[in-house]
């Protein structure tokens, strides 16, 4: 049995159709109605040729019943490609009487239509005797279908290939790289230096319409052959193909830095917004995608750490860098998975008669072995991965229940604990709610506590800095700025901001033992502060000169190793009280 028939006939041999053929079932005039008022296209074929169509195939496809005696009507409509559709239809006809597929079909106009095909036996008095082609049309389906589709793996702001579509497809040209041995791929890793402080200053939207400008420069700095994507928030991912070469990797990668160098237009303003560019070429050690991303993001923070509007390719000193960051990753996972930390607390004295004031709070981590050490170095492995979070609300709840317990012990000690705070912790929005709740739940008197924020925070966003601190404030807590002098934030931030306490930077600590402009500053710095009824503590007094420098201009408060290191709770509590006046 054929659908249709052979592809050499001789159109002189074809028979003659009438205009009007009868349909090939009793009652044709009724039957006839029926197909004329129904909304899918039909037409019915007998020995290879459609012998019949109603209005609704005719409005559908553009042919019309006077052509059928002069066209091999379905065979015109099918694509070459799909030449093989016959075939297997005809065999689930013969085996089931029915088929049915979606498939394209083309019109007299020549347009490619996607259409629900079904095809039927068409039997009369129990014989075969021909076929019942019925054609639905799908295209806006399809066209949903593909809408959907693209939204699915593509960013909807800047239209790129989003994380999954580029995942797939590094994962096939890694693949293909197996059998090209001679050719390799690569990744780059961008990230937009300063974005969130444009995005705060300027708004989201403004924020958008440069992630958009940025998108559109980096496709138009690529290769045909090459694949940027959009991974979320400002990092973006670009996949090179048929790398053949590291300077085949910098031609791109500098035409990429020199497109992002000129400024984009946000709102009828000028905005500059260069990028850290990590690059990691596609050896036999990357099993995986995710891995190659991986060394291209670490290659991405060196080029940020170096000042970025740069690029770094991951090589074996970073190779041994990342080995070193994913061991300290898998340490301070397991200190806070089974809480092996502890603080320890360093005393703060008042300079004029050693009295301790307060204590600063260092995180330690206990080993197994017993041996305690300090947790600075994971600090920064914690910011980078973002365990900051989860290390800060334990470093709220821990010392908000030291200072509880130490009020129980000795109701009438008075001295204040230090919360320290990460840049990343203080702008992650549960701060102060977390704050709240650990006041609640411990009872710790909140004047007591001083919470610790670095300088640096001040300098990313003055107007969203404010908000936080004035909110945390309002818990009835004070605020020190830690390491003031560090960053050169700008002084009139002490006017500005609900600030309590300064903490000098040991470099300005030094600066008391000098002579000249820096102890100038020093003094200047002091005699403001306390206009402003800020309270100073020097860090980092480590030598009797430098203690007596500071006595010599009126410095409040000071620690560091020439006073006490950081001591064990039960020390430190012992000290404070044979300290009290």
């Known amino acids: 049995m054929s659908l249709h028939s052979p ?33 899918d296209a039909v037409a019915i074929v007998r020995d290879g040729r459609a012998v019949y169509i109603n209005a609704a195939f005719t409005h559908l496809f553009g042919y019309a019943a006077e052509e059928l005696s002069t066209i091999q009507l379905l065979r015109v409509m099918m694509p070459e490609v799909r030449q093989g559709e016959d075939t297997r239809m005809e065999r689930e006809v013969d085996k089931h009487g029915r088929a049915a597929i979606e498939t394209v079909r083309l019109a007299k106009s020549g347009a490619a239509l996607d259409v629900s095909l079904q095809v ?11 076929y019942i082609f019925s054609f639905r049309d799908i295209s806006d389906r399809k066209l949903a279908e593909a809408s959907l589709e693209h939204h699915a793996m593509h960013d909807p702001l800047t239209g790129l290939p989003n994380r999954a579509l580029f995942l797939d497809r590094l994962t096939h040209a890694l693949t293909r790289r197996v059998r090209r041995r001679d050719q390799t791929c690569a990744v780059l890793f961008l990230d937009l230096d300063r974005f969130k402080p444009i995005n705060d200053t300027m ?23 090459d694949t940027a994507a959009r991974l979320g928030g400002d990092e973006f991912a670009v996949l090179l193909e048929n790398i053949l070469s590291v300077a085949d990797l910098e031609t791109v990668t500098s035409r990429i830095l020199h497109e992002m160098d000129q400024p984009h237009e946000v709102f009828g303003r000028f905005v500059h917004a260069s990028v850290s560019i990590g690059a990691a070429m596609a050896g036999v050690e990357y099993s995986a995608p995710e ?74 981590w206990r080993k197994e072995d017993g041996s305690v050490v300090s947790n600075n170095d994971l600090r920064s492995v914690a910011e980078e991965t973002g365990l900051s979070i989860s290390l800060g609300r334990e470093t709220v709840e821990s010392v908000c229940r030291q200072l509880r317990s130490w009020m129980d012990a000795a109701p009438s000690l008075d001295v204040t604990l230090t919360i320290p705070i990460t840049q990343t912790q203080f702008h992650q929005s549960e701060l102060v709610s977390q704050l709240k709740r650990a006041l609640a739940a411990t009872g710790a008197d909140s004047t007591r506590l001083l919470v610790e924020v670095q300088e640096t925070t001040l300098n990313e966003n003055p107007t969203v800095t404010a908000s936080i601190m004035q909110r945390m404030a309002d818990c009835n807590v004070r605020l020190a700025v830690a390491n003031f002098g560090s960053s050169l934030a700008p002084l009139n931030y002490l006017a500005q901001l609900p600030i309590d306490v300064v903490m000098l930077d040991a470099s300005l600590t030094k600066a008391a033992t000098s002579t000249g402009r820096q102890r100038t500053m020093l003094e200047s710095l002091l005699q403001l502060c306390r206009e402003l009824r800020i309270q100073v503590i020097a860090q980092g007094i480590d030598t009797p000169d430098q203690l007596a420098a500071l006595q010599s201009i009126d410095c409040e408060l000071g620690l560091g190793s020439l006073f006490s290191a950081a001591l064990p709770a039960s020390q430190a509590l012992n000290l404070a009280g044979s300290k009290r006046a």
Not at 18 to 33: F, N
Not at 203 to 225: F, I, M, Y
């Open 7 to 39: 592809q050499n006939s001789d159109s002189a041999q074809e028979p003659e159709t009438p205009d009007a053929v009868p349909l090939l079932v009793p009652d044709a005039s009724i039957a006839e109605g029926i197909l004329a008022c129904i909304p």
């Open 203 to 225: 708004g989201h939207a403004a924020g958008d319409v440069l992630l958009a400008s940025v998108a559109k420069r980096l496709s138009n700095a690529l290769r045909p052959q």
């Open 120 to 130: 039927a036996s068409l039997v009369v008095k129990g014989a075969s005797s021909g």
């Open 291 to 364: 891995l190659l991303i991986r060394d291209a993001d670490f290659a991405m923070y060196r080029a940020k750490q170096q000042g970025g509007s740069r690029f770094e390719i991951f090589d074996s000193k970073l190779k041994v860098q990342a080995a070193n960051m994913e061991e300290r990753e898998r340490e301070l996972r397991t200190l806070l998975d089974k809480r092996s930390f502890e603080f320890w607390y360093q005393p703060i004295f008042r300079i004029e008669n050693g009295k301790v004031e307060g204590f600063e709070s260092q995180l330690r």
